[in-house]
């Protein structure tokens, strides 16, 4: 499918980890106080035929002040309605299950568990009930989701590369911090044609610019009794509005590319990248590519002119570009499942 707002709506973050910091002198100095957490409360349709609405809550991990023993553990922990529309009449939407539970974070890795609920009964999953001919089912998330580097000195250069218009564009990252994605196992849902998926592979920040870069998000799933396979590569770029101090007006854009190298740029297409800075023809949209292009704009209310975001009002706009509803599924599946890493800068 190529359809613009192919994943549309809005969500609001509180970061009350930013605006209720520790006032007892027990953690560690500049933490937030106990209890505290960021609540992201949202409202958003994929694909105009399924909507996913409701909170993902999330608890740092906090420090004593003296020895530096953990004093909380850090946890996400989802509360979302799935729903669908009618095709015939999107008037007509009906709440069908949940996606819900607990992803501890691994005291041990630093890494969020997307399994380790279950040993606190409260296990990652969706569960779907029976509606008409659809029958009910359950299925869980697993593996593991490493987060940012909490300390930065160690983070390395990386090179990333993309060919367009017959020609090999570069972008150094100074300072890269992979997000990792270790053998996830993305759910199945809220339609037993949205299959289970693995998804293997990093997404890199890049501390001086605020960019991701991925050279290659693998998610492997079976459909109609036939293995499939998407790779995706391309950036996400953070670009502040020249008013942001005033306006607190931001955006990512979007720039993924599925399968890239079995969708190489036609030659009657190359032209228009040919006169183009590396730089410019890294981040340039290409429509001959499968691809998720569009922009997620945030607004953010800050409490100083150096302090980081106390709230956000986010507005997704993605737009499909020769993409399978399960292609643009799983790529918003995860991006939920990294909703702190990808908001907490």
Do not use: C, H
Not at 224 to 241: A, C, L, N
Not at 281 to 286: G, I
Not at 305 to 323: C, G, H, M, R
């Amino acid at each position: 499918m190529t359809e613009e707002n192919v994943i549309s709506g809005t969500m609001d973050i509180e970061f009350e980890t930013r605006s209720k910091l520790d006032t007892s002198g027990d953690l560690k100095k500049g933490s937030p106080a106990l209890g505290a957490k960021d609540t992201y409360k949202f409202a958003l349709q994929v694909g105009k035929t399924t909507e996913f609405a409701g909170t993902i809550t999330r608890m740092p991990k906090l420090f004593s002040s003296v020895l530096g023993r953990t004093k909380q553990d850090a946890s996400l922990y989802y509360s979302v309605d799935l729903a669908v529309f009618n095709p015939a009449d999107l008037k007509q939407k009906k709440v069908v299950g949940k996606w819900v539970g607990t992803v501890p974070m691994d005291p041990e890795t630093g890494a969020f568990d997307l399994s380790g609920g279950k040993a606190k009964e409260s296990a990652l999953r969706v569960k779907v009930d029976t509606m008409g001919k659809a029958s009910a089912f359950e299925d869980a998330f697993a593996g593991k989701l490493v987060g940012k580097a909490e300390k930065k000195e160690g983070l390395a250069s990386s090179i990333y590369e993309r060919v367009v218009g017959g020609r090999t564009v570069k972008v150094t990252v100074k300072k890269s911090d992979p997000m990792r994605f270790e053998n996830i196992a993305l759910a199945m849902g809220p339609a037993p044609s949205y299959p289970k998926t693995v998804v293997v592979g990093r997404l890199d920040y890049d501390y001086e610019t605020g960019n991701y870069f991925s050279d290659g998000i693998t998610f492997r799933y079976a459909l109609d009794g036939k293995d499939y396979e998407d790779i995706v590569t391309g950036s996400i770029k953070w670009v502040k509005e020249k008013d942001y101090e005033t306006s607190g007006k931001s955006y990512y854009e979007f720039n993924l590319r599925f399968n890239e190298a079995k969708n190489k740029t036609a030659t009657n297409e190359s032209a228009a990248f040919e006169k183009m800075s590396e730089e410019d023809a890294f981040f340039a949209v290409d429509n001959s590519i499968p691809a998720l292009t569009g922009r997620i704009s945030y607004v953010d209310v800050k409490s100083g002119e150096d302090s980081p975001p106390t709230s956000s009002k986010v507005t997704y706009a993605l737009n499909a570009n020769k993409l399978t509803k399960q292609q643009i599924m799983n790529f918003f599946k995860l991006w939920l499942l990294a909703v702190g890493p990808t908001n907490d800068e």
